[in-house]
């Protein structure tokens, strides 16, 4: 039997830096907003990887404005540069939590 997928307790907005989620077996990380950019699944970025980015220099400027659940399963972002079609399901928060503990 497959695990239930993980639910968060907790998604907060670290400023500029960064999104923690506390997650309900208590599991905590945070994700830097430019990893949790880069791992964005909307298709406009798989398909182009980087390119809805802005350019060097500026990417530590990218940061959350908004964070909203959708259903039960998964968080949609909005970006400071107006991207907003990423939705990240929580599975896929937790496979790319980058904890030392699941990092390895
Ligand atoms: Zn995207
Ligand atoms: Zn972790």
Redesign the pocket.
């Known amino acids: 039997m497959a695990a239930p997928p993980p639910i968060p307790r907790e998604v907060r907005r670290l400023g500029v830096h960064a999104v923690r989620i506390v997650w309900q077996d208590d ?3 945070e994700y830097g907003n430019r990893y949790l950019r880069d791992n964005c699944p909307c298709a406009e970025c798989r398909e182009n990887p980087r390119r809805t980015l802005p350019i060097v220099g500026q990417e530590e400027e990218v940061y959350p404005v908004q964070i909203a659940a959708v259903g039960r399963y998964a968080i949609s972002v909005q970006w400071s540069d107006g991207h907003d079609t990423g939705i990240y399901s929580y599975k896929t928060l ?1 496979e790319i ?7 390895g």
Do not use: S
């Open positions: 599991h905590q990380a937790r939590c980058p904890c030392a503990a699941c990092v």
